[in-house]
Every structure is written in C-alpha cells, then in structure tokens.
C-alpha cells in the first residue's frame, strides 16, 4: 500500500505549460481567433428594468443627489446607485413616445403619464387640469410640479410607473424657539444650501415616512460636515431631545467563527447591551362620524359653541345640547381606563377619541399631525385643539350618534379681502361665544357637512349688518335689495300690550358733519393764522376776519357755558365715521371734534379723533367723549387744512433726527418752521384742486419759508 502511494505521488508530475509559437509557415488568424474566442467571458445579460427604488442593505454612507427640499422635514433624494436605470426608463420613454403623435384623451388628476418637459420624457403623475389645457404634473423622480400641455403627454404603460425618489426627514433636530413648525427663514436656507447637492446619507428608521435620515454635505475644507449640526449652528433648529433608535445592518460580512471556538473564547471586553429597537408605527384606519342632521329652513333658537378662525360658526340647537350631555356620559362608559399609549401612523386617522383637559372623554377629528402634538377637532362642539398625542386615541365611539353642532356661515356678506380677518374673528366670539341666539335657516348646503347659510340676530340686529357696519364685510351685490333677506327678529304678539310713552327720553339728534371753513377767494391778500402744524409745508389754517372773529368769540363763549354744564351731557353711545362729538381735551375742558376711527379694542375701546376748530389729533377712550349739543353744531370749522407752496422737503439732509410720520423732513426743520409762524401772517390762495394750497407772507411781507432755505433745510419748489 505505501508502495502504491509512493508511485501515485511520483506520477503525479506537473503538467506541461509552456506554450510555443506556431511556425512561420502557418497561418496564425484561424488559431489565435478561436483562442481569443475561448478567452473572452460571455456577453452580459441585460438587468432587468426595475421602474421603483428599493432601499438597499447598507443604510451606511450612501450616496445621493437632492432633488428638491421643502423644509428640513421634508427633502427629495436620488440614489447615485440608481443612475442607471434612471437613464434606461427616460432611454425607453425616449424611444417609445419621441415620434409619437398626441392623442384624444380625458386626463384627470392622479393619472401617471409621460411628459415632455423642456423635450426630455419623463414619468409624471397629473396634479390636475386647467380649462386652457394646461396640467400640472408631478415629476415622479424629481419631486417638484412643472406645468406641461396635454399634447405633451402620453399615458404611461403599468410595468413603467413607479419613482426613484426617496421622501426623507432630517434626524436629530426640532424648530428653533420652541415651535411646531419649521419657519420660512428655516426652510430658504436649507433649501438654498441643499437643493441640487451632493451629499453622503445614513438612513436612521427605514420604515418611517418620510424616511429619517442624517445627511452629510461637502464644506470648503473637503470634510463632511453634517447638515442638522450645520442648522443647529446657525441657530435656525435645536437638537431634539428624544434619543433616536438607529436602525444598521453591517456592510461588511464578518468572517464566521466555528461555534466550540466562539464559546470557549475568554470575552476580553465586558458584553454591551444590543441597541434597543422600537417597533414601526402601527398603521390604524377610521373613518368620520356621521354628519348633523340639518334642522329645516326657517326660525330656531341655537346655541353657539364654537367658531372658527376662518369665520365657520358652529351652533347646537337645544335637542342637540340635551344629547350632548348625555352622550358625555356614554362615552365615559365605553372608556373607563386609560388605553396603553402606542405609537400610531395617523395618516389613516380620521375619526378619534380625545381626552379633553377636563380629564372627560369626547368625540374629534384628527386635522393635522404636529410633531408630539395633534390638531383635533371636537366633532359635537366644533372647537379646534392642539393636543398632546398621548390624549388622542384612533377609534371612533358612538357611530349611531351624528354630528352634533352645525357649521354655519353668514349669508348675504362678502368679507374684506375675501376672508375674515383675524379682529373680525374676534368680534364674532365676542358677540355669539356661548349665546343662545335666533337664527334664521335660508339654505341647506349639498354637501351634508357643508356650510349652512344663515342670518343671526344678535339683541334685536342682524349680525350681517354689524360687520358690514364695522366694515369687516360688504353686501353681495347678487342680492337686489338689502332689506329682502335681513331677518328681523322674533317678537311675539303686542297688541294685548298696554304700552305708553311715559318716562321715555327723546331720540337724540342726528348731526351731520361740519362745515368746512372758507377761505377768501375774491381778493388777493387775506390775515391768517396757523392754528396747528403737522409738517413744515401742511398746516391747520384760521381766517382773521372781523365776521370770523365774531364768529369764533361766540362759539367760545357757547362753549364755555357748555363746559359749565358737562355732566348733563351724555356720553357718546354711537361711533360712525365724521361723527361729530365733544372731546376732552389736555386741559379737561371739551371741544368741538370728530371721530377718525378706531385706535385700540383691547383692553380697552379708544378712539382717533380730531379737534376741527385747532386740527390737533389725540387718541382718547370712550369716557372722554360726550353728545354735541346742537347749539355747538351750526358753527363753522375754526381751522381748515392747507398745503404751503413755494417749497418742499431737501434732497439731501445731513440731520439725522427726522418727523417719525413725514421722515422727508427733519425735526430741526420743525422747529424752525414754528418759529416763523408767530407772529402776523397774511395768506394768498394759490390753488383749490386737488387740495387748498397758500403762499403765506410774514409782517414784512416775505415768504415765511425763505429763511428756511437759506438755511438748507428746505429748497424752493
């Protein structure tokens, strides 16, 4: 036996590898073709074309294009690994549709399509469609929407729709000062530092949507430099204080050490605990309660619950209230513990339970998703909440019992601006929160949970006349007359009544506003004096007359014994635009005034008004104001606003302190202006359109304002 193992080994030779050229007789082509036949490997096969992104197994230093960036929440990435086959579908649309004719088709949204967009096919999704022709598509692999005509599109074969887009969310970082929501000065900067980048991705929880990410980009010195730090170091975003779970799988295949090995190896290092990871979101559907059961056209007493920051009034009529009540206690019946938080993917959630700050259990509508907070409608109250996520619950309770409160809009107003703005908000709640009020039902919407036009009447008025008169709204044009559909409030029968007028005070008079006073159009030169200055160039002008000085003496001496007799005077309870009032003026008499408008509602009302017979403004509150008595009414306006020609403002002024409301002018200007106003002054109407205009004249007979050019603080018109 060993003899036959010694021979088998010494037979065993190497084999002979020495290769010899061929002689030079032979032809040499035949023989080295089929060589270089044998040697070449065989064509590759073709990969087959894969129209979606899968995320592939490293999640480690991955590297992407971003395509698109919205807010750091919300960012578009491509997978340099997949430029590949990118290439081959926009190939493959290229060849399928470059020659093709447009055809006769009803595009409609959420139809994938190929479109030529600036003469490259590409997949899209239609957003929608324009009267015109024009669609709106979203570019499957780039993220963003571009307006194409329909003849630029072509409907898209099944095996090819599909995205090379990945939806991530930036890890590691919240909004700055405390916020929900990334602010806009956030979102320009990470998109203008990121849009079109190359950067190196770490996906931290694959199975979360948007992907969680941490992103690493370039800097200038060639490192790379992480895009959440970069935002935290500007102060546009704060580390977020939860420990995210980073989900890994090794890159690099360990070599397999055999088991007895494994097990009899001393552990040098003491054991490290394996990360833990938290489940994925669990993925939970309802749907809406049911929607209110409309009470019928015409009158009903309802009481407001609630209203909405876009105006949308939600009332409950009183059967509604009753079964509030007891559906109140329903609910806490079918929950009488706290369920076991868990982590829900919301996207589905429509319907829900809320624990309310009163620890009591109520119905709501999940409206948008804010970080560790949920925007929640209460379904039967109407009211809108941002609560923690650990007191939202998605299971819907007590489906037999409809909608309680009715979504109502005020019917026959447009509001200014097309919107109700937020202080006309404000007087809604503070005129309906928690009333209980007749509202007239007009119309019932199609859609059952749509608006329901209404007219309320809040103290014996309709509330549509109450913001127009506050002129938060206007009348719709649409209806020919105001009065055919202002409701009038309910009032029961009188004729029974023994009424009387006894006791009863007159109806106060209604004044309209004040003369203007004249100035003297006949001759050329006329005294006058400057009553009040708002600008060096516009003042409050009185005329010097011997009838206006009568006239002015005896609106004193009336409103002297009117000042003597204030208290018996009423308050001012009306405030219409011009009204004309008596205000109380620095000195604590009162004067003759008019109302501007409104300066303050909260917290509390005060008012802009103007002193007619001085031009003065002052901004006082309701206390100060008081009836004008009509023996005040007749008497002319004291003072009358002109413009002074022959000047205007420098082109340039080296006095650095300016009139706040006219920074054309300087304060020194001011001053000096003043000071050329003592004293006799005579007046020349120079113009009457578009406003009164006067050259005025000292004592000497100069312009008053040359001096102030001389002195450069103005220059000659």
């Known amino acids: 036996f060993s003899c036959f193992i010694r021979s088998q080994i010494k037979d065993a030779q190497p084999m002979e590898t020495t290769v010899w050229d061929p002689p030079f007789e032979e032809?040499?082509?035949?023989?080295?073709?089929?060589?270089?036949?044998?040697?070449?490997?065989?064509?590759?096969?073709?990969?087959?074309?894969?129209?979606?992104?899968?995320?592939?197994?490293?999640?480690?230093?991955?590297?992407?294009?971003?395509?698109?960036?919205?807010?750091?929440?919300?960012?578009?990435?491509?997978?340099l690994q997949f430029d590949d086959q990118l290439k081959r579908i926009h190939d493959t649309l290229k060849s399928l549709f470059s020659k093709s004719e447009p055809q006769e088709m009803l595009w409609e949204a959420e139809m994938f399509c190929a479109a030529n967009n600036t003469g490259v096919w590409e997949r899209g999704k239609v957003c929608s469609v324009s009267t015109n022709g024009v669609a709106e598509v979203l570019r499957c692999d780039f993220g963003n929407k571009v307006k194409v005509h329909v003849n630029n599109l072509r409907p898209l074969s099944p095996d090819l729709i599909g995205s090379f887009l990945l939806e991530c969310n930036l890890s590691g970082v919240r909004p700055a000062g405390g916020r929900s929501a990334w602010t806009a000065t956030a979102c320009d900067f990470i998109s203008h530092y990121l849009t079109g980048a190359m950067a190196v991705m770490n996906i931290k929880d694959p199975s979360a949507r948007p992907v969680l990410v941490s992103l690493f980009c370039s800097n200038r010195a060639g490192q790379n430099v992480s895009f959440a730090d970069f935002l935290i170091s500007e102060g546009l975003a704060l580390k977020e204080r939860k420990s995210e779970t980073v989900f890994s799988e090794q890159c690099v295949l360990s070599e397999k050490i055999p088991e007895p090995q494994r097990m009899h190896k001393p552990s040098q290092t003491p054991p490290t605990p394996s990360p833990r990871i938290n489940p994925p979101p669990e993925r939970v559907q309802t749907h809406s309660y049911p929607p209110p059961e409309l009470p019928p056209c015409g009158h009903t007493l309802m009481n407001i619950s609630a209203i909405s920051?876009?105006?949308?009034?939600?009332?409950?009529?009183?059967?509604?209230?009753?079964?509030?009540?007891?559906?109140?206690?329903?609910?806490?019946?079918?929950?009488?513990?706290?369920?076991?938080?868990?982590?829900?993917?919301?996207?589905?959630?429509l319907g829900c339970a809320v624990m309310g700050t009163d620890m009591f259990w109520y119905r709501g509508q999940v409206q948008e998703v804010i970080g560790g907070h949920v925007k929640v409608q209460y379904v039967d109250q109407g009211?809108?909440?941002s609560i923690p996520v650990c007191h939202v619950y998605p299971m819907v309770l007590c489906e037999d019992v409809p909608q309680l409160c009715v979504p109502c809009q005020i019917n026959g107003v447009i509001p200014i601006g097309k919107g109700w703005q937020w202080d006309a908000v404000v007087l809604?709640?503070?005129?309906?929160?928690?009333r209980s009020v007749y509202v007239h039902i007009i119309e019932h919407p199609e859609d059952p949970r749509g608006c329901v036009k209404v007219e309320i009447t809040v103290d014996g008025m309709a509330l549509s006349k109450i913001m127009v008169h506050h002129q938060y709204a206007s009348f719709d044009p649409a209806i020919i007359s105001q009065e055919d559909y202002v409701v009038k409030p309910l009032v029961p029968d009188l004729d029974d009544w023994d009424l009387n007028t006894e006791g009863l005070e007159e109806p106060q008079p209604v004044f309209g506003i004040y003369k203007e006073l004249q100035i003297p159009k006949g001759r050329a030169h006329f005294p006058a004096k400057v009553k009040h200055i708002r600008t060096p160039n516009e003042v409050f002008l009185c005329v010097l007359d011997?009838?206006?000085?009568?006239?002015?003496?005896?609106?004193?001496?009336?409103?002297?014994?009117?000042?003597?007799n204030i208290e018996n005077l009423s308050l001012l309870t009306d405030f219409p635009i011009e009204c004309p009032c008596l205000a109380e003026y620095s000195d604590g008499k009162y004067y003759r005034a008019k109302l501007l408008g409104f300066s303050q509602l909260t917290p509390s009302v005060k008012l802009l008004v103007r002193h007619v017979d001085f031009g003065s403004d002052d901004i006082l509150p309701t206390?100060?104001?008081?009836?004008?008595?009509?023996?005040?009414?007749?008497?002319?306006?004291?003072?009358?606003?002109?413009?002074?020609?022959?000047?205007?403002?420098?082109?340039?002024?080296?006095?650095s302190e300016r009139i706040p409301y006219r920074p054309e002018w300087s304060m020194r200007a001011m001053m000096e202006m003043i000071n050329l106003l003592n004293g006799e002054l005579t007046a020349v109407l120079t113009a009457t359109?578009?406003?009164?205009?006067?050259l005025l004249y000292n004592a000497e007979g100069t312009l008053v304002h040359r001096p102030l050019v001389e002195k450069g603080l103005a220059n000659y018109a």
Request: with cysteine.
């Open 27 to 79: 032809e040499p082509s035949v023989c080295c073709s089929d060589l270089l036949l044998l040697l070449l490997p065989p064509p590759p096969v073709a990969e087959k074309l894969k129209p979606n992104l899968i995320l592939p197994t490293c999640v480690k230093d991955i590297e992407v294009r971003v395509t698109l960036v919205t807010s750091p929440g919300n960012i578009y990435v491509q997978l």
């Open 383 to 385: 009211l809108v909440e």
């Open 428 to 434: 809604m709640k503070e005129l309906l929160l928690g």
């Open 689 to 694: 359109e578009p406003q009164l205009t006067v």
């Open 623 to 655: 206390q100060k104001l008081r009836q004008l008595p009509a023996s005040l009414h007749h008497f002319p306006c004291a003072a009358v606003y002109v413009k002074l020609a022959g000047f205007r403002p420098t082109d340039v002024c080296l006095e």
């Open 309 to 349: 920051e876009q105006g949308v009034i939600y009332a409950m009529t009183y059967q509604a209230v009753c079964e509030f009540d007891r559906l109140r206690e329903r609910l806490q019946q079918h929950i009488k513990t706290l369920p076991r938080p868990k982590n829900y993917n919301w996207k589905g959630v």
């Open 546 to 564: 011997k009838c206006e000085q009568e006239q002015e003496e005896s609106l004193e001496e009336a409103l002297e014994g009117v000042n003597e």
